[in-house]
């Protein structure tokens, strides 16, 4: 078994890579104290690493006003820079090409989680209600009902990933992934479910995709737009999100990014949020014509799958999730056609090194 399209090299942007087997942003809600990612997360991120591959590092909050579960790592302070660099060095040490995914959950918090115990912000004063928030003790605890983001507060959260994208070049990233997926904020303000706004950030489409669009364009200004990318769920309903008009909404996102001349876009096929299981919706492929440059696809693939889907040119390269958590080398085990380690859920979130560094990697051949 060769998967010759998936072992084929691609550029994204700045970076030539080996193959287009990457590792999708896995939260894994395991940083230390002041939420900095520790040794294990080097190890862990080291034993994925292959020559030429890319990683995209696990979703890291901005601003504290931005989290949402335990434990999961900031970019905001310099001891969390430190900590990532360690992250970089363990996965350049290998030979791979990593990104950081930068982060905010915007309704999907609770006030515990919040500097002051404020309630979390949104873009419209609407609660989820199909889903329990987590506590920093890991308590579940229903969400509440967030704040409107007032408009003159809108800046500042751009100057919050601003200042995240600028943390990431120092920690000595390869480049960054702007979250505008799986319901968080930036895709609580694009979907009509949750955007009820009727100021310049809400109605339209060209609104709803504007605090995105500005993000996008103040982390270009850090990165140059070939070291940035986007990732985006446009068919989501997790945590209470979803558009009336997917294909309209999201042909206009992709048409708006594609101006913008990014290294890739990265999109989700389900309709599920975190750990779906679901098959993917035809509807992904209409919004190819909208996107010709590099197009990452994520959910539910297997190397063969994978390998057509880039063959047929539906996508370029192709992210795996729980496969990569079980698979230290998953590349190379996709490669040879060898048998996979089967994941446990229940090691996923949270803990430390069981279920997170000690999936065996294949035994090398001589
Ligand atoms: C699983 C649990 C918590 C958050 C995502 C950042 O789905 C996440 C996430 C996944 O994008």
């Known amino acids: 078994m060769s998967l010759p399209s998936l072992f084929s090299p691609l550029r994204i942007g700045r970076h030539d890579l080996a193959h287009r087997v990457v590792m999708a942003p896995l939260t894994r809600m395991r940083a230390g104290p002041g939420n900095v990612p520790n040794g294990l997360a080097a190890t862990y991120y080291g034993q994925r690493t292959s020559e030429g591959g890319l990683l995209i590092a696990e979703a890291t909050q901005v601003t504290p006003s931005g989290q949402g579960y335990p434990a999961t790592p900031g970019i905001h302070s310099a001891e969390q820079a430190q900590g990532w660099k360690k992250v970089v ?19 999907s918090s609770h006030s515990s989680f919040q500097p002051g115990g404020v309630l979390p912000v949104a873009p419209s004063a609407i609660a989820i209600t199909s889903l ?51 319901g968080y904020l930036l895709e609580q303000f694009l979907h009509s479910r949750s955007n009820k706004r009727s ?5 339209t489409v060209d609104n709803r995709a504007r605090l995105l669009l500005e993000v996008t364009q103040a982390v270009i200004e850090v990165w140059g737009a070939d070291r940035v990318g986007v990732r985006l769920s446009p068919f989501n309903l997790y945590g ?33 949020g975190p750990g779906f299981d679901g098959e993917s ?3 992904i492929d209409d919004l190819r014509p909208f996107w010709r440059k590099p197009l990452i696809l994520a959910g539910g693939f ?65």
């Open 240 to 272: 209470d999100v979803g558009d009336d008009d997917p294909i309209g909404l999201y042909s206009h996102v992709l048409a708006r990014l594609a101006e913008l001349d990014l290294a890739y876009l990265h999109m989700i096929v389900g309709r599920d």
């Open 302 to 366: 297997t190397g063969e799958s994978a390998d057509a889907a880039i063959r047929a040119g539906r996508a370029d390269a192709v992210a795996f999730g729980r496969q990569f958590i079980a698979n230290p080398d998953l590349p190379q085990r996709l490669r040879r056609g060898a048998p996979l380690n089967a994941y446990n859920r229940s090691t996923f979130y949270g803990g430390g090194a069981a279920g997170y560094t000690d999936y065996p990697a294949l035994e090398m051949e001589g």
């Open 199 to 203: 100021d310049a950030y809400g109605g």
């Open 132 to 182: 329990a928030s987590f506590t920093p003790e890991w308590k579940q605890v229903p969400y509440e009902t967030p704040r409107a983001l007032a408009l003159d507060e809108i800046p500042a959260l751009i100057e919050a990933y601003r200042d995240g994208a600028r943390n990431a070049l120092a920690a000595g990233f390869d480049g960054v992934e702007v979250h505008g997926a799986n």
């Open 89 to 107: 060095d363990a996965v350049h040490a290998r030979g791979g090409v990593i990104f950081l995914q930068l982060w905010h959950v915007g309704r």
């Open 281 to 283: 919706p035809p509807e």
